[in-house]
């Protein structure tokens, strides 16, 4: 018996998921700390519409390649967000660990445009 190509983009879209999901739920979403990200002194671009990106990102010390949105940044960081598991996270990266998405997918308003992106960077 074949596999379905007219749905292998959906199903591993649904691993990823899992997958990223699990990380998640182990916590340790690493992020830039206050004194990486120099907000007080870094000019800070807010997005209204955030853009899709893929990122590089740390659950402990395993680095994830996602889709995310780019929601702010300054000239060398990223303030990203993504949903894994039916929850929404938020994480500061380098500005090197972020690519343009090529081939975004649709998702809904809702997951583009959910709260905002909480600004405020580790300790």
Request: glycine share 8%.
């Amino acid at each position: 018996m074949g596999t379905s190509k007219r749905y292998a983009a959906h199903f591993d879209a649904l691993g990823e998921d899992r997958h990223l999901a699990a990380l998640a739920a182990k916590g340790g979403l690493q992020t830039l700390s206050k004194r990486e990200l120099a907000l007080d002194c870094e000019p800070l671009t807010v997005d209204p519409n955030p853009r899709p990106v893929l990122v590089w990102v740390r659950f402990f010390a395993e680095p994830v390649r996602i889709r995310a949105w780019a929601c702010r940044w300054t000239p060398k960081a990223v303030g990203v967000k993504f949903h894994a598991g039916g929850t929404e996270y938020t994480t500061w990266v380098w500005a090197d660990a972020v690519d343009p998405d090529p081939d975004p997918r649709k998702i809904p308003d809702e997951a583009k445009y959910g709260r905002g992106l909480d600004v405020s960077p580790a300790d």
